[in-house]
Nanobody
Framework: QMLLVESGGGSVQTGGAMNLSCSAS????????MAWFRQLPGKDREGVASVHSNGEPLFATSVEGRFTISKDSAKNTLLLEMNSLKPEDTAIYYC?????????????????????????WGQGTQVTVSA
């Protein structure tokens, strides 16, 4: 059974940077899609960034230009580099993945909506940005 474990959260001041890491283990097929979501206090979980199966990233408008995402398939790790952090980035950040399957014949696009794609979730890590 696939397990996702996030690390790297904490507190930072406005304008600072922070890196989050998600380690995947316990799967028989590598996930096609991996993504970062976040949940702000009192709000629904929202997509932050994802990596399509061809390695191309997708970002939410609110973080584009400030965050980068990368997947190291050899290490089964998903990284989120966050720069120019703002207080509104304060949230619990979750790593998510699908369960993979047979080799793809094309590109699997990985959305920033929860929907039916992401069936495995990490426990979340708190990111706090102070003014």
């Amino acid at each position: 059974q696939m397990l996702l474990v996030e690390s790297g959260g904490g507190s930072v001041q406005t304008g600072g940077a922070m890196n989050l890491s998600c380690s995947a283990s316990g799967y028989t097929s590598a996930p096609y899609c991996m993504a970062w979501f976040r949940q702000l206090p009192g709000k629904d979980r929202e997509g932050v960034a994802s990596v399509h199966s061809n390695g191309e990233p997708l970002f939410a408008t609110s973080v584009e230009g400030r965050f980068t995402i990368s997947k190291d398939s050899a290490k089964n790790t998903l990284l989120l580099e966050m720069n120019s952090l703002k207080p509104e980035d304060t949230a619990i950040y979750y790593c998510a993945a699908d369960r993979g399957g047979p080799p793809l014949s094309g590109v699997r696009l990985c959305p920033l909506t929860i929907g039916a794609t992401y069936t495995v979730w990490g426990q979340g890590t708190q990111v706090t940005v102070s003014a």
